[in-house]
Structure formats: C-alpha cells, structure tokens
Nanobody
C-alpha cells in the first residue's frame, strides 16, 4: 500500500522560499514517476513539476527557473524547492506518484497515488 505524506508548507512573503517534502512508503516498483501538483480555490488541479526514476524533470512554465524538484531515492523522499515565491503560487500542494509511468507527465489523471496536501500561502 503506497502512502505519500507531504510536509513543509506554510506562509511566506513574496520573494521568499519554502521547501516541500514528500515521504513515500510502500513502494516496490523499480521505475516510476512522481510529481508535485497544486490546486488553488476555484481552479483545477495543475502540474507544477514532475520527475521520473532516472531524474529527468519537467516544469510548468509558470515555475521554471524558480522551483526545483528533486528526489532522495535512498530515503524515498521527493522535494520541491520553491524560490522567488509569488502570490499566485498560493495553493494546496499535492505529491503524486505513478508506478505505471516511465516518462513524466503533467497530466493529473495519470497518477494513481496522492498525498493529503500541504497548504502554501504567499502574501
């Protein structure tokens, strides 16, 4: 049973930084994709950054150059370093994983497992 637990959300001022973490457990797959998604009130969930098991990452245009996704395979932890935060980054951030994907995608419904979310508020 795969479990994803996010942490590290909170409040920040515009221009500030936050780092999100996602601890994964119950994984038995040798290849997978993981990613960070976000959902603001009244908006659809959208991809922020995704990464495959080889470390190839993709980013939404809105966060390129500001956010960095990384993973510690030994500890099964996924990170999202968020710098130069903007008020429009305010959202609930979710960690997601899919053992069926070999190429990372921003498509929400391709991911099977989701964390409970962590709130990020930028003012």
């Amino acid at each position: 049973h795969v479990q994803l637990v996010e942490s590290g959300g909170g409040s920040a001022q515009a221009g500030g930084s936050l780092r999100l973490s996602c601890a994964a457990s119950g994984y038995t797959y040798s290849s997978y994709c993981m990613g960070w998604f976000r959902q603001a009130p009244g908006k659809e969930r959208e991809g922020v950054a995704v990464i495959d098991s080889d470390g190839l990452a993709k980013y939404a245009d809105s966060v390129k150059g500001r956010f960095t996704i990384s993973q510690d395979n030994g500890k099964n932890i996924l990170y999202l370093q968020m710098n130069s935060l903007k008020p429009e980054d305010t959202a609930m951030y979710y960690c997601a994983a899919s053992p069926r994907l070999t190429i990372a995608t921003m498509t929400v419904n391709r991911y099977n497992y989701w964390g409970q979310g962590t709130q990020v508020t930028v003012s």
